[in-house]
Every structure is written in structure tokens, then in C-alpha cells.
């Protein structure tokens, strides 16, 4: 079945520091998401991306979608404390369900 | 902002016991699903659910599990014989015409 890959699964940052977490799919997706889960909460969507190769910027967070439409990255600028938390990329396969496969997650935390 | 609403939000159960835990979607959506997450583990499917019926479910939902929408707004996920291993946050999503989730707050599952 579709498997959604992550990694690193751990990062620790001081802050200020740069943070990247990459995602692969096993399958060609559709669309690829990503969603931060705060310690203690629940996923909350970040942001959405469709296009082969599409980059999108939040403030210091860019996304970037593969150009095969299979893989992901998030960076993070300049950490600050408030970045901390698990970090999970998520995709329905292409031509498939709407069933989201999450990754597995990577979970920041940052040093003051 | 619309919400995902949950209920309870920590239940405790005997193990073998029945537990119901009850979700009200965005009114508007159209997909909603059941995820769970063991703790600090991935989050992971459950079932998918679209057009009053399972759209797909993972090998995890087995017979002891079942869904309804019992009254067009509510969503419900049914353990019929609760186990051990059940122990997991159950986050309850929806899904709109924008094709991401939106998740609830989450109910907090322990059997003993």
C-alpha cells in the first residue's frame, strides 16, 4: 500500500537555526499537505501543494512539492520556540481515494 | 472558524467493555474520517467515510470497529470489545472542497 516516509524523525535546533524536514510517497500524489501538531494537540493544516514543483513561503516557512510529484520538503528560517512541535506531511495517491496518508512526522524541538 | 468537535475527551474503559466516541463534523464537509495516534507514534488511518458509507478503511478497522452518522451530523466510531493496545488518541477529521482536513481536539482512549 502507499507508505509516506519522513525524516529526520528528531530535530533539535538552537534557536535561530534553519530546520528542513523532508517527506517521500511511495506513490505519485495528488496533492501533498502539511499539518504541525503541537505538543499535547492535534494537527492543524499548514498549508496545501498541488502543482509539480510548486513553492509556497508562510512568513519563514517554504514548502516545496518534487517535480515527480513524490516528494516534499518544509523549511523552516531562523527557528524560533514557538516552531516547536511534530511536523507530519500527508497525501492522497494521485487518481486514488481521499484517504490522507500521514507521514510519520518530525518533531522540533528548539533551544532558547 | 469552523471546528471539529469532540466527545469525551479522556475516556477510561475496562478492557472488553464497549465505548463509543462521538465527532460533529464542519456542517459543510463532505469526508470524514477517524485517525488514531498511539503516543508519540504517526498518525494513522482508521476509516474513511463519504456519502453515508465507508469510502476505506485500514487493516486496523476490524470487525470490532464501526462508524455511523447516525442523525446527519454527528459521526460516530464504535470499539465493541476494547483491548489493551486500543489505548490511543482517536482524532475524528473532516474534509471540504478545499481537499484538507480539518481535525478535532481529540479524544484520549485508555482501557485498563
Same mark, same amino acid.
Given at each position: 500500500?502507499?507508505?509516506?516516509?519522513?525524516?529526520?524523525?528528531?530535530?533539535?535546533?538552537?534557536?535561530?537555526?534553519?530546520?528542513?524536514?523532508?517527506?517521500?510517497?511511495?506513490? %505519485?500524489? $495528488?496533492?501533498?499537505?502539511?499539518?504541525?501538531?503541537?505538543?499535547?494537540?492535534?494537527?492543524?493544516?499548514?498549508?496545501?501543494?498541488?502543482? $509539480?514543483?510548486?513553492?509556497?513561503? *508562510?512568513?519563514?516557512?517554504?514548502? *516545496?512539492? #518534487?517535480? &515527480?510529484?513524490?516528494?516534499? $520538503?518544509?523549511?523552516?528560517? &531562523?527557528?524560533?520556540? %514557538?516552531?516547536?512541535?511534530?511536523?507530519?506531511? &500527508?497525501?492522497?495517491?494521485?487518481? #486514488? $481515494?481521499?484517504?490522507?496518508?500521514?507521514?510519520?512526522?518530525?518533531?522540533?524541538?528548539?533551544?532558547? | 472558524?469552523?471546528?471539529?468537535? =469532540?466527545?469525551?475527551?479522556? =475516556?477510561?474503559? =475496562?478492557?472488553?467493555?464497549?465505548?463509543?466516541?462521538?465527532?460533529?463534523?464542519?456542517? !459543510?464537509?463532505?469526508?470524514?474520517?477517524?485517525? /488514531? =495516534?498511539?503516543?508519540?507514534?504517526?498518525?494513522?488511518?482508521?476509516?474513511?467515510?463519504? !456519502? !453515508?458509507?465507508?469510502?476505506?478503511?485500514?487493516?486496523?478497522?476490524?470487525?470490532?470497529?464501526?462508524?455511523?452518522?447516525?442523525? @446527519?451530523? !454527528?459521526?460516530?466510531?464504535?470499539? /465493541?470489545?476494547?483491548?489493551?493496545?486500543?489505548?490511543?488518541?482517536?482524532?475524528?477529521?473532516?474534509?471540504?472542497?478545499? /481537499?484538507?482536513?480539518?481535525? @478535532?481536539?481529540?479524544?484520549?482512549?485508555?482501557?485498563?
Amino acid at each position: 500500500g502507499q507508505q509516506v516516509m519522513q525524516i529526520p524523525q528528531y530535530q533539535h535546533v538552537q534557536e535561530g537555526e534553519d530546520f528542513t524536514t523532508y517527506c517521500n510517497s511511495s506513490t %505519485t500524489l $495528488s496533492n501533498i499537505q502539511w499539518y504541525k501538531q503541537r505538543p499535547g494537540g492535534h494537527p492543524v493544516f499548514l498549508i496545501q501543494l498541488v502543482k $509539480s514543483g510548486e513553492v509556497k513561503k *508562510q512568513k519563514r516557512l517554504t514548502f *516545496q512539492f #518534487g517535480e &515527480a510529484k513524490k516528494n516534499s $520538503s518544509l523549511h523552516i528560517t &531562523a527557528t524560533q520556540t %514557538t516552531d516547536v512541535g511534530t511536523y507530519f506531511c &500527508a497525501g492522497p495517491r494521485q487518481g #486514488g $481515494s481521499e484517504k490522507l496518508v500521514f507521514g510519520k512526522g518530525t518533531k522540533l524541538t528548539v533551544n532558547p | 472558524e469552523p471546528e471539529v468537535t =469532540q466527545t469525551p475527551s479522556h =475516556q477510561v474503559t =475496562q478492557m472488553g467493555q464497549e465505548v463509543i466516541l462521538r465527532c460533529v463534523p464542519i456542517s !459543510n464537509h463532505l469526508y470524514f474520517y477517524w485517525y /488514531r =495516534q498511539i503516543l508519540g507514534q504517526k498518525v494513522e488511518f482508521l476509516v474513511s467515510f463519504y !456519502n !453515508n458509507e465507508i469510502s476505506e478503511k485500514s487493516e486496523i478497522f476490524d470487525d470490532q470497529f464501526s462508524v455511523e452518522r447516525p442523525d @446527519g451530523s !454527528n459521526f460516530t466510531l464504535k470499539i /465493541r470489545s476494547t483491548k489493551l493496545e486500543d489505548s490511543a488518541m482517536y482524532f475524528c477529521a473532516s474534509m471540504g472542497p478545499a /481537499r484538507f482536513a480539518f481535525f @478535532g481536539q481529540g479524544t484520549r482512549l485508555t482501557v485498563v
